[in-house]
């Protein structure tokens, strides 16, 4: 496989130059509006955002901060190719602002934004973060009228640039068969409701891993696979700890972020140095849960009418015959803010 490449631009998306329609998936999670954690970089940003938060005008504030994400959201829609899509994490806020609790909706109002912008609205995914939190509760406990439910999930908002995708050339059809997903992976994929581990933020110092948001290296490779083709490039515009980087790297996708916050930043390109370790464990466990499922399946009683070429085990789909996964052998540094991920052919794996 041909190597991917990968950069980091610390700079805004509106500032860093990246051509129209290059792109053909942007995963990314933005800064929450009227999360604490983020009060002072939305506050940095627009001063009546940091006003308005000290006059306990929560709504205002809320408005603000979404203001303060759309030029980014309208750049999103620029370098995007037709057919593209962008996949948004984000997570509603619930807060006491001015004496007043309330929650803030950022998932609804994301979505009237990027409706607005053009872009057309797909069904979302929950994810519902594990947790051992024995409080399963806001405010007053036992009684009634006085305590909430607690926030337990997040959101994957999903959107596509026009119309499908079209696949043309006879090398781009090759490239899509060969990007397929297993059948019983896309009955789990495809589900509206993920249950993931949050990512610990391991490595990163007290400031950055303050503002950083960080979603599982599995969260964002499901996505990459799902929604785009081996070679294609990948964007995140909030890249935070550099998470969608690897993901696109893993699953053989060219990647691209941009990321404001200088530590983190220039934390990236030396995090996923150390990453190929992470990258072949997620391909590796796409084929040995397949063996496995495979090995169940035939225990049953079950047949299958089709063959994988490149990994030689029995699939339920003609579309999963050219389907092949390759590891990340090696990530190098090519440049000050540019990297270079070289592959290998994955094992083939027995069903039995």
Known sequence: MTPTRHRIHPLTLPQAGIPDGSVQLIVTSPPYPMI??????????????ARALEEGDGVRAFDLMHRTLEPVWMECRRVLGDGGF???NIGDAVRTVGGNFRLYSNHS????????????????????????APNKFMGSGM????????????????????????????????????????????NRWFSDLWELQGRRQEGE????RKRSGAFPLELAYRLVCMFSLRGDLVLDPFLGTGTTLAAAAAAGRNGAGCE?????????????????PRMRAVVRSRLERHAAFVR?????????????????????????????????????????????????????????
């Not at 995708?165 to 059809?173: C, K, L, P």
């Open 36 to 49: 604490r954690m983020w009060d002072g970089q939305f506050g940095a940003a627009d001063a009546e955002t």
């Open 86 to 88: 962008l996949c948004v």
């Open 109 to 132: 109002r994301v979505t009237e934004i990027l409706a607005a912008l053009g872009f057309e609205t797909l069904p979302v995914i929950l994810w519902r973060k594990t947790t051992n």
């Open 143 to 186: 009684l009634p009228a006085g305590a909430y439910p607690t926030l337990e999930h997040e959101y994957i908002l999903i959107f596509r640039k026009g119309d499908k995708r079209v696949f043309i050339t006879a090398a781009d059809r090759r490239r899509r068969r060969e990007s397929a997903i297993f059948w019983e992976e896309r």
């Open 205 to 208: 110092t007290g400031g950055a």
């Open 260 to 276: 404001i916050d200088p530590v983190l930043a220039e934390s990236v390109p030396g995090a996923l140095l150390k990453e190929p």
């Open 296 to 352: 169940d399946e035939e225990a049953r009683g079950r047949s299958f009418g089709y063959r994988n070429g490149p990994h030689g085990l029995p699939v339920v789909s003609a579309q999963e015959r050219d389907l092949v996964l390759e590891m990340v052998r090696e990530v190098r540094r090519t440049g000050i803010w540019t990297l270079e991920a070289e592959y290998e052919t994955l094992e083939r794996a027995e069903s039995s």
